[in-house]
């Protein structure tokens, strides 16, 4: 299980701000998130929730949109 706050979270100590400075709709390269970063995300979410869909991240540019897969992903599983 991974939580919306959870993400938030990781997000922004990635690039060294606070969760509720990060907001949910800007695109995350604009917040310093390059593909190293990403991957390096959505590989410690995965070990909470496997089978994420990497391509389906790399689609969506912001941390609502990640949100939404990791949702898809959670009521796939339930």
Known sequence: MLTFDEMRA?????VHEAP???D???NLADLGIDSMRA????MAW???LPG????????EPTL???WAVVQARQS???
């Open 64 to 66: 609502s949109g990640w």
């Open 39 to 42: 991957m390096r995300l959505l």
């Open 76 to 78: 796939a599983g339930a």
């Open 24 to 26: 949910p709709d800007e």
């Open 10 to 14: 990781d997000v922004a100590r990635v």
């Open 52 to 59: 994420l869909d990497y391509g389906a991240f790399m689609e």
């Open 20 to 22: 509720e400075d990060i």
């Open 46 to 48: 995965e070990e909470r």
